[in-house]
Nanobody, 121 residues
């Protein structure tokens, strides 16, 4: 059974940093895209970042967030720096999108339960 478990969320002040982790078990995704998405209250879930050999980011986090992975530990990370109140959301880890559509929520087969990130101004 595949499981993705996020951790590292919490409360941060604007300008601060948090590091999210996503631990994967039940299957190896070292050759697959892994992604981070977020969902703010009243909004749709949106793409944040993805990684395979290269990394991809939504424009609003470029230069502030960094996605990385440790395949030996089956873990994906999201380092979030210079946080802004608009980054407040539940952050989800996802794995193995169909057709390698890494930016599409509808194409991911596996999801974590989410971790709350709250940024105060």
């Amino acid at each position: 059974q595949v499981q993705l478990v996020e951790s590292g969320g919490g409360l941060a002040q604007a300008g601060g940093s948090l590091r999210l982790s996503c631990a994967v078990s039940g299957r190896t995704f070292s050759s697959n895209f892994m992604g981070w998405f977020r969902q703010a209250p009243g909004k749709e879930r949106e793409f944040v970042a993805a990684i395979l050999s290269y990394t991809y980011y939504t424009d609003s986090v470029k230069g502030r967030f960094t996605i990385s992975r440790d395949n030996a530990k089956s873990t994906v990370f999201l380092q979030m720096n210079n946080l802004k109140p608009e980054d407040t959301a539940v952050y989800y880890c996802a794995a193995d999108p169909r057709l390698r559509m890494y930016y599409s929520t509808a194409h991911y087969a596996y999801w974590g339960q989410g971790t709350q990130v709250t940024v105060s101004s």
